[in-house]
């Protein structure tokens, strides 16, 4: 019997910052997963800021992320870091492990 427990994530740590968890995708080397994983969950955050009805402006101000940072974040030109998570999480009333199974759920 074979359980599924999801895809397989892995943490990356860079100079000490805890960048996003990688979703192992098939076929994919650990750069590109990394970067897929990390587009998906800035679309994720994304769209959760438009069905709320929040600016970037308004996120960038309550979460103190600057506007351009925020911004290349959410469009996945930079990678969204746990500490960024965490406090979009926040200004969305909601907290970054539902975003992240929300990512988890998308991708399988």
């Known amino acids: 019997m074979t359980t599924n427990r999801g895809p397989l994530v892995r943490l990356h740590f860079y100079a000490g910052r805890t960048i996003m968890p990688t979703i192992l995708h ?3 080397t650990d750069q ?3 970067e ?3 587009r998906e ?3 994720n955050v994304a769209t959760a800021f438009r069905a709320a009805g929040t600016t ?3 996120a960038a101000t309550r979460s ?3 506007l351009i940072a925020l911004s290349r974040r959410l469009t996945g030109a930079s990678p969204l870091l746990c500490t960024g998570l965490f406090a979009l999480a926040q200004v969305l ?3 970054s492990a539902d975003i992240l199974r929300t990512t988890e759920a998308n991708a399988t």
């Open 26 to 28: 098939d076929n994919n």
């Open 32 to 34: 590109q997963a990394a």
């Open 36 to 38: 897929q994983t990390s």
């Open 41 to 43: 969950i800035s679309r």
């Open 56 to 58: 970037q402006r308004y």
């Open 64 to 66: 103190r992320i600057p």
């Open 93 to 95: 009333g909601t907290t």
